[in-house]
């Protein structure tokens, strides 16, 4: 059975640290990764999506890798700012329809 | 473009009671799925749709019904509500995957279910 956790749970840097979100899942047999932000009380937003065939992808201060092999994925956020602060979620897809989600890392940038 | 748009937004039931919530999507997407996200536990999938008039059983389904009578909607019922339903529930879409970005799955904002 496919799972998928992240840690750590939570994470507090100062602003401008470069920092690494992790993502494990146990099974290497899927056909991507989608990261996600969450900010409190509203809905996921996507941030990258990541085929299989993919190595890592790039969005703005954002990049995300992916390890299939070892089942491991990062997300790098760059020059960390007050804004980043929210939950990042990442998601498997180890089928054609369904995903399987990690519990998530609640990240607070301090100012 | 409104994107996937879920309501109500909060709701606040007695044991027993019923209740849908109605999810709507303007993307022409063929999938839909309904999540619950409990604190510590993630997002469960309950229920989900390859297409219009098709439903499927997802992690966590009992107690839960939905139907996918229009392409656009898909609705989530909860005939006889308990406190274990007490939840965060969101919708998502996606489209079949033919293109550079249509594997990602788009999320509405959310329904805030208290069930007492």
């Known amino acids: 059975k496919q799972e998928v956790t992240q840690i750590p749970a939570a994470l507090s840097v100062p602003e401008g640290e470069n920092l690494v979100l992790n993502c494990s899942f146990t099974?290497?047999?899927?056909?991507?990764l989608q990261w996600f932000r969450q900010d409190p009380g509203k809905g996921l937003t996507s941030l990258l999506l990541?085929?299989?065939?993919?190595r890592e992808q790039t969005s703005g201060r954002l990049n995300a890798s992916l390890d299939k092999s070892s089942g491991r994925s990062t997300l790098y956020i760059a020059a960390s700012q007050p804004g980043d602060s929210a939950t990042y979620l990442c998601?498997?897809?180890?089928?054609?329809?369904?995903?399987?989600f990690g519990t998530g890392t609640r990240l607070k940038v301090l100012a | 473009n409104a994107g996937v748009t879920q309501t109500p937004k909060f709701r606040v039931l007695k044991t027993g009671q019923s209740m849908t919530l109605l999810c709507a999507q303007d993307m022409n997407h063929e999938y839909m799925y309904w999540y619950r996200q409990d604190p510590g536990m993630g997002l469960r999938l309950i229920h989900y749709s390859v297409g219009e008039g098709t439903t499927a059983k997802g992690e966590v389904p009992d107690g839960y019904n939905v139907s996918r009578l229009k392409k656009q909607n898909f609705l989530l019922g909860l005939e006889s509500a308990a406190p274990s339903q007490t939840s965060v529930y969101f919708c998502?879409?996606?489209?079949?995957?033919?293109?550079?970005?249509?594997?990602?799955?788009?999320f509405g904002p959310g329904t805030r279910l208290t069930v007492t």
């Open positions: 998502a879409s996606r489209d079949l995957g033919s293109g550079k970005s249509s594997y990602e799955q788009y």
């Open positions: 998601a498997v897809r180890p089928g054609t329809y369904k995903y399987i």
């Open positions: 990541i085929q299989s065939s993919q």
């Open positions: 099974d290497s047999a899927i056909y991507n």
